[in-house]
């Protein structure tokens, strides 16, 4: 059973509108939330890192929040770019070390348009 | 500019050749993972390697092995390849202190035929 949930599966936007991607995990123990970005044919980026119970973080034009208690998180693109374009992917850790697994989620398919 | 870097990009094989996909990472890095994206699928862990020959199966190991015999270095070998194991294949690397960044390669798309 998938334990992290993506929403949307893929979203349109034009260029310099805001976005939304929605993260749900029923992963126990949730020791942090990660989200990457994966451009078309490349690997994994990181954008943040969230780890506190309600967590916020925000880097350039990405913001992320997470709530535990609600096994939830929220990564908001402030005005796109066409840069944008990618498949992002939340990440739970279940544990803070090498010795605990990441859970992927299957990831939000986004596209900015001009 | 620390980077992961997997070779080959791409490869095609027949079904019960042998596969030797390579990892690199000039980080130091203590921890390393293969992973393999499927469509509308999660990354699924396949082995992580803790350090020198201190390797650990995934949550899909099976029709895999793995070699760690430099802390840089870390390969994934398929012994008689199957058309299932098409894929795309991602090396990670970690410092595996609290919270610390990962780093993935680009990939390895695997096609078997």
């Known amino acids: 059973k998938t334990q992290v949930e993506q929403s949307p599966q893929s979203l349109v936007v034009r260029q310099g509108e805001n976005c939304v991607l929605q993260?749900?995990?029923?992963?126990?123990?949730?020791?942090?939330l990660r989200w990457f970005k994966q451009d078309t044919g490349k690997g994994l980026v990181s954008l943040t890192v969230?780890?506190?119970?309600?967590d916020k973080t925000s880097n350039g034009r990405y913001s992320a929040t997470l709530d535990k208690d609600a096994k939830h998180s929220t990564l908001h693109i402030t005005a796109t770019l066409l840069d944008d374009t990618a498949t992002y992917i939340c990440?739970?850790?279940?544990?803070?070390?090498?010795?605990?697994?990441?859970?992927f989620g299957a990831g939000t398919q986004l596209i900015v348009i001009p | 500019d620390m980077k992961v870097t997997q070779m080959p990009r791409y490869l095609i094989k027949r079904m019960g050749e042998n596969v030797l996909l390579e990892c690199g990472q000039d980080?130091?890095?203590?921890?390393m993972y293969w992973y393999r994206q499927d469509p509308g699928l999660g990354l699924q862990l396949i082995y992580i390697?803790?350090?020198?020959?201190?390797?650990s199966e995934g949550d899909i190991p099976k029709g895999y092995r793995v070699s760690r015999k430099k802390r840089e270095h870390f390969s994934l070998i398929l012994d008689s390849a199957k058309t299932n194991q098409t894929s795309v294949y991602f090396c990670?690397?970690?410092?595996?202190?609290?919270?610390?960044?990962?780093?993935f390669g680009s990939g390895t798309r695997l096609l078997v035929i």
């Open positions: 990670a690397s970690s410092s595996g202190q609290a919270n610390s960044d990962y780093t």
């Open positions: 993260c749900n995990y029923s992963v126990t123990p949730d020791n942090h």
């Open positions: 969230l780890v506190d119970q309600k």
């Open positions: 990440v739970v850790g279940d544990r803070g070390s090498a010795l605990g697994r990441l859970h």
């Open positions: 980080m130091s890095h203590e921890t």
């Open positions: 390697s803790y350090d020198v020959d201190s390797n």
